[in-house]
């Protein structure tokens, strides 16, 4: 039974980075894909992008292109989403999921990043 | 880019049935599976209905998925609604190039 336990909250200022970790328990991480979605306060689901580490590549949603990297440790089995020059719009939950079979489950518990000045 | 559209809200009282719609903004809906993501408030989704009709064991046969290529939609169709299915429910995909796709999402409300 995969089990994934993500980083604590943070809290940002505008045009800084901020890097999620994602750490997976249970199952082949090198395997599947890790997916990142992510909610700002009241909104919907929005997804950012995956990683599968057997192939070391990642897919990026294009809004995203360019601010956000996504990688993975298979030692540690732990995926990352970096997000860059953030805005005070990118304050939202992010989440990281597993996606097997183009369903994403488990998901994290969530991660708060605040961007504040 | 394609886009999958759902209802904002539905509302129904317990014992009855209500559909959420979601509708493929191009192509061909039915090129992917479509997923329904179910997500109370403060906790993450889990899934309802995958592969188009398919129920995770768990889930009440209550819940029901269902495609139209006629529409180019997908629906949840949730029957003898209870007051714990209020929650919020997003459908899901993926584009051509790979990259996952969520409808806003609709507020169930069960009164």
């Known amino acids: 039974q995969v089990q994934l336990v993500q980083s604590g909250a943070e809290v940002k200022k505008p045009g800084s980075s901020v890097k999620v970790s994602c750490k997976a328990s249970?199952?082949?991480?090198?395997?599947?894909?890790t997916t990142w979605v992510r909610q700002a306060p009241g909104q919907g689901l929005e997804w950012m992008g995956g990683i599968i580490p057997i192939l070391g590549t990642a897919n990026y949603a294009q809004k995203f292109q360019g601010r956000v990297t996504i990688t993975a440790d298979e030692s540690t089995s732990t995926a990352y989403m970096e997000l860059s020059s953030l805005r005070f719009e990118d304050t939202a939950v992010y989440f990281c999921?597993?996606?097997?079979?183009?369903?994403?489950?488990?998901w994290g518990q969530g991660t708060l990043v605040t961007v504040s000045s | 880019n394609f886009m999958l559209t759902q209802p904002h809200s539905v509302s129904e009282s317990p014992g009855k049935t209500v559909t959420i719609s979601c509708t493929g903004s191009s192509g061909s809906i039915a090129s992917n599976y479509v997923q329904w993501y179910q997500q109370r408030p403060g906790s993450a989704p889990t899934t309802v209905i995958f592969?188009?009709?398919?129920?995770p064991s768990g889930v009440p046969d209550r819940f029901f998925g269902s495609i139209d290529s006629s529409s180019n939609s997908a629906s949840l169709t949730i029957s003898g609604l209870k007051t714990e299915d209020e929650a919020d429910y997003y459908c899901?995909?993926?584009?051509?190039?790979?990259?996952?796709?969520f409808g806003g999402g609709t507020r169930l409300t069960v009164l």
């Open positions: 249970g199952g082949t991480f090198r395997t599947y894909t």
């Open positions: 592969e188009d009709n398919q129920r």
């Open positions: 899901q995909s993926f584009d051509s190039s790979d990259r996952g796709v």
């Open positions: 999921a597993r996606e097997l079979g183009g369903i994403f489950d488990p």
